[in-house]
């Protein structure tokens, strides 16, 4: 059993997801509700992609549009009324996660990272830069200055890295995933199961020896991560 005093949900995330912008708006009332405290863990999701040989879904054009138009729907059924998409998508999110990296105070990490999806998906600005990023980190009440300063240094561009292989070797392949002592939960439609699951009502068997079931079919061209 987890000891009560480090309870806590883990959300990795990157801010070029949608997804992981409805999650983040979503687990910390899950957390509120089943006694314990949020985790937020900045990953890069294109060395994840790479790690386990994966293209993005906004890389995927007949998936591109779809991913979108979910993405709206889910955080219109969760009460954000939509979103408004950043200027362009992929962007190049590395800046804005080594700010998130920055060791720093739970309450503001909280406050950075709402501050930062809120301007790429509810503001609709580009977080790609410095200028962006540094509207988010003033909006969050924070020294723009002193966290972009820091986010720059060799051992905060090292801390994300780390972040990052810690995650993959965890089992994480996409983001949002929330990890629960150790049990993973991906996507915004994951975060339904994890109060289930806390509860001790996860329908899934004890015996899960299905799942290592050989594969007697491999697609041409396929690798294994």
Known sequence: MTDV????????FDFISPYAYVAHTQVHAIAQRTGRRVELVPVLFAAILDAHGQKGPAEIPAKRLYT??????????????????PPSH????????????????????????????????????????????????????????????????????????????????????????????GELFWGTDGLEFVEAYLRGDDPLPRDLSWAERPASATRPGSRKA
């Open 90 to 181: 992929p962007f190049n999110p590395l800046l804005a996660l080594r700010v998130a990296s920055v060791p720093m105070a739970d309450d503001a990490r909280h406050a950075l990272v709402a501050s930062i999806f809120d301007t790429a998906w509810r503001r609709g600005e580009a977080i790609d830069g410095v200028s962006g990023v540094t509207a988010a980190i003033e909006r969050a009440g924070l020294d723009a200055k002193a966290l972009l300063e820091a986010a720059g240094a060799a051992e905060n561009k090292e801390r994300l890295r780390t972040h990052t292989s810690e995650a993959i070797a965890r089992g994480v392949f996409g983001v949002p995933t929330t990890d629960v002592d």
């Open 5 to 12: 005093a480090d309870a806590k949900l883990t959300l990795f």
């Open 68 to 85: 979108f138009k979910d993405a709206f729907r889910k955080a219109h059924r969760h009460g954000l009324g939509g979103l408004v998409p």
